[in-house]
Antibody, heavy 128, light 113 residues
């Protein structure tokens, strides 16, 4: 059974870089047609999609974070990572990693994806 | 960008009664393939979100049939036919039309009166 686990520092100073890793066990990050994503949730607030990375390594970022974010796929260690630069207090949140899986196919080609598996989330606070 | 809204934002319910949540998108989520590109998720207290409904009306694996999704275009509804204690939490709709670029609604908190 596939399992996702976020890891990284729980406290980051303003203007520094927030770096998180999502370790994937029980399956490969290079599995064809799967995306891997990051979603965050500020304390007491709703969910915000941050970005997605395809099994091929192609990346897609939220327009509001596009100039500060980098996502990478590490096939050797079977994990994917998030770097968020120049953080402020507004970046304080629980960060979830999740799998965006193809749920529907047409003639062997996927056309619909949903978040079917999530990590437990990790709280990252931005404070001096 | 597609903006998602939900109503109500808070929904007190009585166990055993039905409950409905509305979700609206700023752009039609009805694709040319005839499907509506919308998901519903439930985040139970202290837990990660879990998928309930995809393609607007398809229940995800293991989701009880008391949950149903309906609607098309820009207006969608999640209905719980008989609310149980395990259904308490925050419900989110999410557009998938622009997958892998996704947008969540603000969430609707369901708890008991």
């Amino acid at each position: 059974q596939l399992h996702l686990q976020e890891s990284g520092p729980g406290l980051v100073k303003p203007s520094e870089t927030l770096s998180l890793t999502c370790s994937v066990s029980g399956g490969s990050v290079t599995r064809t047609y799967f995306y891997w994503g990051w979603v965050r949730q500020p304390p007491g607030e709703g969910l915000e999609w941050i970005g997605s990375i395809y099994y091929s390594g192609n990346t897609y970022y939220s327009p509001s974070l596009d100039n500060r974010i980098t996502m990478t796929l590490d096939t050797s260690n079977n994990h994917f990572s998030l770097d968020l630069r120049s953080v402020t207090a507004a970046d304080t949140a629980v960060y979830y990693c999740a799998r965006l899986a193809p749920l529907e196919m047409l003639r062997g080609i996927p056309f619909y994806w949903s978040f079917d598996l999530w990590g437990r989330g990790t709280l990252v606070s931005v404070s001096s | 960008d597609i903006v998602m809204t939900q109503s109500p934002l808070a929904l007190p319910v009585t166990p055993g009664e039905s409950a409905s949540i509305s979700c609206r998108s700023s752009k039609s989520l009805l694709h040319s393939d005839g499907y509506n590109y919308l998901d519903w998720y439930l985040q139970k207290p202290g837990q990660s979100p879990q998928l309930l409904i995809y393609l607007g009306s398809n229940r995800a694996s293991g989701v009880p049939d008391r949950f149903s999704g309906s609607g098309s275009g820009t207006d969608f509804t999640l209905k719980i036919s008989s609310v149980e204690a395990d259904d308490v939490g925050v419900y989110y709709c999410m557009q998938t039309l622009h997958t892998p670029r996704l947008t969540f609604g603000p969430g609707t908190k369901v708890d008991f009166k």
